[in-house]
């Protein structure tokens, strides 16, 4: 029922605080890489370089690296809540929804279905966010294509870095330019999310409010694509008596 529905603005703002975060580590996490890149290019090119700069350069890399690893699985695991708790307020908005709130959680978790799901069920929360009869009529928000573009493309990557490392510096310095292309992604990627979380918390709590607002027994045509009710107006009044 929409008067069960749990407000969404704390959750909300939680996710795009650790995004926000993740955004300023890898941020650091690119200026580790740069600085690494710098190093073994000087190296490469017979400069002198001590083994204190060059020691530094790696720990650097690895510390930014495993910090954003930690803010980045309480990102996920606050991510997983909010969209869980967002996907039972569209139910309670909306008719037709094809993605259970549990299933658009677990999709993030099922290998190959991953690729594709998650996509498809944020399309849907954020269409079904706008709490009319018509939202499934929608067009595709862009950002959500970019998002999960940039998403997909931080992943792969990512994954692409693991398999260039290796212990000569040409594989290193490889291997880096590639995770900074990876992290670069990732930044976007973030960035994106944080727009998409305020855009679906901020529709589900306005179409919250006129739900609640609205009498159990409002017909559906007092509903428009805008999301706000427009009742029946005044009856008109009789012509003038000639």
């Excluded at 305020?198 to 179409?207: F, H, N």
Aim: proline share 7%; charged share 15%.
């Amino acid at each position: 029922m929409i008067a069960d529905v749990r407000p969404l603005r704390g959750l909300a703002a939680a996710v795009v605080f650790l995004l926000s975060v993740q955004v300023a580590l890898l941020g650091i996490r690119v200026l580790t890489l740069f600085n690494r890149i710098r190093v073994a290019g000087r190296i490469d090119r017979h400069e002198w370089v001590s083994q204190a700069a060059a020691n530094a350069a790696d720990a650097w890399v690895r510390g930014a690296a495993g910090l954003w690893l930690l803010v980045f699985v309480a990102t996920v695991i606050v991510w997983c809540v909010w969209q869980h708790r967002a996907q039972q307020a569209a139910h309670a908005l909306v008719t037709g929804m094809e993605t259970s709130a549990a299933w658009a959680v677990g999709c993030w978790f099922v290998p190959f279905v991953n690729y594709v799901k998650p996509f498809q069920a944020m399309r849907e929360l954020w269409r079904a966010s706008e709490g009319t009869p018509s939202w499934q009529r929608q067009p595709t928000w862009p950002v959500l294509g970019w998002w999960w573009a940039t998403w997909l493309g931080f992943n792969a990557l990512g994954w692409l870095q693991g398999t260039t490392l290796g212990a000569d510096l040409d594989a290193i310095r490889r291997s880096d330019i590639v995770g900074l292309l990876s992290v670069i992604l990732g930044v976007v990627a973030a960035i994106l999310a944080i727009q998409i979380v305020r855009q679906v918390s901020t529709r589900l709590g306005a179409a919250t409010v006129i739900a609640i607002a609205l009498p159990a027994d409002a017909p559906a045509s007092w509903r428009t694509g805008d999301g706000f009710p427009h009742p029946p107006g005044p009856p008109l009044p009789p012509p003038p008596a000639r």
